[in-house]
């Protein structure tokens, strides 16, 4: 099953524009992660954000993460054509438990 | 420094076959997961490996067994292929104590 929601499931921007996803899973997380999938191909971690924490940065991302609202954010600046691909949330369930949940994912297309 | 690597990349199987896809770790990596993707969706876990054990499983039928082996590579097998069975099959690696999953590029498996 599906725990993380990614909205929207597809997003269409111009190069050096902004790109926001958002992501709602349902139980108490550990961690939530995002990850990048170029078609067909492994997953690529970007960004992990601990349970505690508000807000991360990483280059050109930022992620947010509101616990009260069960949801996160991943913020990409200055968006590139190479950008072009599936992004996805996951959230790792309690601790010590590695396994993670994903969400089905934010297909972004950056036209040049 | 070699990634996660997989094998077969590709493969196709008939109804009722039997099939097993091998991966092996990145360096350092005691851990060893494996994902099921199907076309347009987020990776399911299937079941994740620590110690030569079966740590976690999700929610997948016995037909689907592994293995993880002294140099901590593994192998999933699955039994009495279904069509449904068809999809990406990812395995991912994670170092001691971190919940970053590094991924390999996956074995793509078809079922007619």
């Known amino acids: 099953s599906q725990q993380g929601e990614e909205d929207p499931q597809a997003l269409s921007i111009q190069e050096g524009e902004n790109a926001t996803m958002n992501c709602s899973y349902k139980t108490s997380i550990n961690n939530l992660q995002w990850y990048r999938q170029n078609s067909g191909r492994g997953l690529v971690h970007l960004i992990l954000?601990?349970?505690?924490?508000r807000e991360k940065h990483s280059g050109r991302l930022r992620v947010t993460l509101d616990t009260s609202k069960k949801s996160s954010s991943l913020l990409i600046t200055a968006s590139r054509a190479a950008d072009t691909a599936s992004y996805f949330c996951a959230t790792e369930e309690g601790t010590g438990r590695r396994a993670l949940t994903f969400g089905s994912g934010t297909r972004l297309q950056v036209q040049p | 420094d070699a990634g996660v690597t997989q094998s077969p990349t590709h493969l196709i199987k008939t109804r009722g076959q039997q099939v097993t896809l091998r991966c092996s770790p990145k360096?350092?990596?005691?851990?060893v997961s494996w994902y099921q993707q199907a076309l347009g969706q987020g990776p399911q876990f299937i079941f994740q490996y620590y110690e030569e054990e079966e740590r976690q499983r999700g929610n997948f039928p016995d037909r689907f067994s592994g293995h993880q082996f002294p140099n901590y590579s593994s192998e999933l097998n699955v039994n009495a292929l279904l069509l449904g069975d068809s999809a990406l099959y990812l395995c991912?690696?994670?170092?001691?104590?971190?919940?970053?999953?590094?991924f390999g590029e996956g074995s793509r498996l078809t079922v007619l």
């Open positions: 954000i601990r349970s505690n924490e």
């Open positions: 991912a690696s994670s170092p001691p104590n971190t919940g970053e999953l590094f």
């Open positions: 360096s350092g990596h005691d851990t």
